[in-house]
């Protein structure tokens, strides 16, 4: 049963700690996107990656936020120092694209982790 | 500015009734719409996808409908079930040629009582 998988499920910080959030991509898949998701936002797109080459990771604040893909198995999200404003759920979600571009063409699909919840206290 | 609106921001109904729910784009140049469902707790997950050229698409007791000349989109689902209880999230690709981009809209919150 291929999925997208996210660890952990939930995370609960102090202020100023370092916050590792990892995912594992469908085998397979190119393309990696990392999405945080608020009440007052909705989804907003951090970062993504395809080939493990990051192409867009203009969401995301560079002083505190960091994504990486040491590998094709393993795409980790990290910031630090964490604030109580990073409170949200991050998704990390697969699929397979060609072409350039962070939309979607017709023909291909974004499957989704269950997103790990963070709270920064 | 690209945009994609909702509403109504949250729906109750009860078990067996339909309902619409309702997306309004200004993404242009537009490539393609989704509806994505969205239990508690889950990830997004594909419903439908259409494209400029297509009025309606049909997904079991969903059926999404789109009209590219207003930047209009619904989807309507019939006979609900207390398992349609979720968020319903309108998706739209779109932008100019170099920057195409996937604006996501916030959300239907759809309650099916029993």
């Known amino acids: 049963d291929a999925r997208v998988t996210q660890t952990p499920r939930d995370k609960v910080t102090e202020m100023g700690q370092e916050v590792t959030m990892r995912c594992q991509p469908i085998?397979?898949?190119?393309?990696v996107f990392w999405y945080r998701q608020t009440m007052m936002q909705g989804l907003e797109l951090l970062a993504y990656f395809r080939n493990r080459a990051p192409l867009d990771d203009s969401g995301m604040p560079k002083d505190r936020f960091s994504a990486e893909m040491p590998d094709a198995t393993l795409a980790t999200l990290k910031i630090q120092p964490s604030e109580p404003r990073d409170s949200a759920v991050y998704f990390c979600?697969?699929?397979?694209?060609?072409?350039?571009?962070?939309?979607?063409?017709?023909?291909?699909?974004?499957?989704f982790g269950q997103g790990t919840r963070l709270t920064v206290v | 500015k690209n945009q994609v609106e909702q509403s109504p921001q949250s729906l109750i109904i009860l078990e067996g009734k339909n309902c619409t729910l309702q997306c309004n784009y200004t993404v242009s140049p537009f490539s393609n719409l989704r509806w994505y469902k969205q239990d508690t707790g889950r990830g997004p997950v594909s419903l439908t996808i259409?494209?400029?050229s297509e009025n309606t698409k049909s997904n079991g007791r969903y059926t999404a409908t789109l009209d590219a000349d207003t930047k209009q989109s619904s989807l309507h689902i019939t006979a609900s079930q207390l398992s349609d209880s979720a968020s319903y999230i309108c998706?739209?690709?779109?932008?100019?040629?170099?920057?195409?981009?996937?604006?996501w809209g916030l959300g239907t919150s759809l309650a099916v009582n029993p």
């Open positions: 259409m494209t400029f």
């Open positions: 979600a697969s699929g397979l694209i060609t072409g350039t571009g962070v939309a979607l063409p017709m023909n291909t699909e974004a499957f």
């Open positions: 998706v739209v690709s779109g932008g100019p040629g170099n920057n195409r981009k996937l604006i």
């Open positions: 085998l397979g898949h190119n393309t």
